[in-house]
């Protein structure tokens, strides 16, 4: 058996209707039927038999593209620091891999320089005369 459900004024379920969309505006959500079938107690079905037009109208607003607001949201504005901060990361790690090769190859050419050097010299140094004893 089933519920007798009233049947409620449009002006009501209009109110309602208004409600529902600005809520789902201000959370960046789409509306449903049964977001506004749910509020008034209805089924989605009882919803949509009793009111097509106002069901007609709730479909119309999720296939429309979103509206701009008056700005990005605060979800919006931590995701895109959140990016910016990986790629900013992303850049110092690969600048602080190139300085540290090249902090490697300036070592290992410094100590080439010098080997170089002691060969063209031949000084011989007298710490390495009394090691050899």
């Not at 049947?7 to 960046?28: G, S």
């Not at 039927?33 to 008034?40: G, Y």
């Not at 989605?44 to 009793?50: G, Q």
């Not at 037009?53 to 504005?77: C, F, K, N, Q, Y």
């Amino acid at each position: 058996m089933t519920r007798q459900v009233p049947d409620l004024p449009e002006a009501h379920v209009r109110k309602h209707l208004q409600e529902v969309l600005d809520t789902c505006r201000e959370t960046n959500t789409a509306p449903s039927v049964l977001m506004l079938a749910r509020r008034l107690g209805l089924s989605n079905t009882t919803f949509r038999r009793r009111y097509p037009e106002i069901a007609r109208e709730i479909a119309d607003h999720r296939a429309a593209p979103p509206t701009l607001r008056s700005g990005p949201t605060e979800h919006d504005r931590l995701v895109a620091r959140n990016a910016k901060l990986r790629r900013r990361n992303r850049d110092l790690n690969s600048q602080l891999a190139l300085a540290i090769a090249q902090i490697q190859f300036l070592t290992l050419r410094a100590a080439k320089l010098e080997e170089d050097l002691k060969a063209q010299t031949n000084v011989t140094r007298l710490a390495d005369r009394r090691f050899r004893r």
